[in-house]
């Protein structure tokens, strides 16, 4: 997982001195490299050869002198690790070169991956100039097209093969971009917990609020309606006692003379009792 991530990230990033020390050490794999007074006896000082030898730039300073004149992309450069590893498994196990064969060789492999992977790269006499005069252009013509023979002109990379390659530089990208994706999994998990709570909170409160609303109301309603009970009971009670009164013979007695006596339209027709008995008025 985030392997491809963590290549493209690589590959974008500029060339550092952690790239170029582990290019340097890949290089230096390839071949063990004898020195030429070890295999051959002293030369005499000052001769040309003895010069030419003393001169030799390490290889960590070739390869960052290369760089800064050809200002070589971030993936050319460092595909040249898959070619280093090949050919080390190509050359016999008892093969050993010069003090300028590693330098050949990262030149060789160098110039593969700038014409196999870009669309415009040097020319070899270009690349001889970047040389500051180390090889010639027949020397680079020449270790250019030994290195295709050793290749059989198969110059591809597969993207397992350059993970594989470049693992001490890309996997801790990885590690950092899992970090991050874990960092962002954790967070995401505890925003979406802290909604849920903040969801089932504001339910909870909405329901108490239903709750207590609905036992005021019926509160309410209950005492209003014993009130009410109470009221229509003592109206019947008293329509009852009405009634009771209004039919009553004494009442309606009372009330048929109050009709008679009071009212006009029965004044003239309404006469006192005469009573004929004259004892009664002396």
Known sequence: MF??????????????????????????????????NQRYPPSPPGTPS??????????????????????VYTSTLLT??????????????????LPTTC???????????????????????????Y?????????????????????EWDLRVESEELWDNLYDLANPIRRDLERGAQI?????????????????????????SACSSTATLLGNSRSGSINSLDILKEYESSSSSSSSTLSSPTYTEEMNYKKYTMDPRYYNTVRPVQHTDPTIYT
């Open 3 to 36: 392997k491809k991530k963590s290549l493209e990230i690589l590959f974008d990033s500029p060339v550092s001195d952690d790239m170029i020390k582990f290019l340097t050490d890949h290089a230096l794999r390839v071949i063990p490299t004898q020195n030429r």
């Open 50 to 71: 003895s010069k030419n030898h003393n001169g030799v730039p390490s290889l960590m300073t070739f390869i960052s002198r290369l760089v800064r004149y050809t200002n």
């Open 80 to 97: 040249t690790v898959v070619y280093l590893n090949r050919l080390r498994e190509l050359l016999p196990s008892d093969a050993a070169g």
């Open 103 to 129: 330098h050949r060789i990262f030149l060789a492999c160098l110039i593969l991956s700038a014409k196999y992977h870009n669309d415009s790269s040097p020319l070899n006499k270009h690349w001889t100039k």
């Open 131 to 151: 040389t500051d005069g180390m090889f010639t252009l027949r020397d680079v013509n020449l270790m250019e097209r030994q290195l295709l023979q050793l290749f």
């Open 184 to 208: 962002n999994k954790t967070r995401q998990r505890a925003k979406a917990q802290a909604q849920q709570k903040a969801s089932q909170f504001y339910y909870h409160q909405r329901n108490l």
